[in-house]
């Protein structure tokens, strides 16, 4: 799945939790063109036209412009009669039968990557919680799109060769390795989080596992995780779970594994194929 399809699954989900939130029986938005100042309407959520469907909207411009040239959330009582911002999309809005409509960015490393809409079919003011609860939608996107973003540069990185001469090779392949486990169970793209995982399995190219050894994967995780020198608080905070549960992972690994400590299990791992 490319970056633009990944982020437009997120922009979907995102106006699902809008909608239900707020109350706003409309919701629509879309990721700003890479290279461009301009974002472009992709999902729609409770429309009953397609009206607004592919329009692209130029940074400053409109409504969902201005909140690209500003970073920030804008919202308008009444869109077709407002003072506070430019008419250039009038036409789309009122065919889809729209007054008072919010906008909230989503931002990413200080940067506007898409733009989330609701609106109500008639005139009156938006009040706070329903801005509030529109930019925890948008800031569910952020996350999801920071995560992708830190999965891809990762994934990039183990795929590069080394190079030439290059001794500390086999110590990048496994902080790549730790990496890698770490961040797929917070994807929550289908497709690219087995990319990952795949690439987890081109990282350990060692023969397969032997009969009778057989690790689940958080205690995988920990052990890659270990494997690359971090501590079990360390590997907590990668992994999102608390120290004991590392703990736990851990004890149970190298029970597995037949290892007396933590680097005994690491070794044992890699024997065993299970890591690089």
């Not at 938006?126 to 609860?133: E, F, P, S, V």
Request: overall charge positive; some cysteine; glycine content about 10%.
């Amino acid at each position: 799945m490319t970056v633009d399809a990944a982020g437009a699954v997120e922009i979907r989900r995102a106006l699902v939790r809008l909608r239900r939130t707020t109350g706003l029986p409309v919701a629509f938005g879309g990721l700003v063109e890479a290279g461009r100042p301009r974002m472009r309407i992709s999902e729609l959520s409770g429309t009953a036209t397609t009206s607004l469907l592919a329009l692209a909207v130029t940074s400053g411009n409109g409504l969902g412009g201005k909140t690209v040239a500003l970073a920030r959330p804008c919202a308008v009582a009444d869109y077709s009669v407002s003072r506070q911002i430019s008419h250039e999309y009038d036409a789309a809005v009122a065919a889809e039968g729209l007054r008072s409509v919010l906008a909230v960015p989503v931002v990413v490393r200080r940067r506007v990557r898409g733009v989330l809409y609701g609106a109500l079919r008639d005139a009156r003011p938006l009040g706070d919680r329903t801005m509030a609860a529109a930019v925890d939608a948008a800031r569910d996107v952020e996350q999801a799109l920071v995560v992708g973003d830190e999965a891809r540069d990762v994934l990039a990185a183990a795929r590069a060769e080394p190079p030439p001469g290059d001794t500390s090779g086999w110590e990048q392949v496994r902080e790549a390795h730790a990496a890698l486990r770490a961040l797929a169970p917070r994807i929550t793209d289908p497709a690219l989080r087995t990319e990952l995982l795949d690439a987890c399995a081109l990282l350990t190219p060692a023969p397969a596992s032997p009969a009778g050894v057989a690790l689940a994967p958080r205690e995988l995780d920990v052990l890659a995780c270990v494997a690359a020198g971090a501590t079990n608080a360390v590997a907590a905070a990668r992994l999102g779970v608390g120290a004991e549960t590392v703990k736990a992972y851990l004890r149970s690994a190298m029970r597995k594994l037949g290892a007396g400590t933590r680097g005994e299990a690491v070794a044992a791992a890699r024997r065993a194929g299970l890591l690089p």
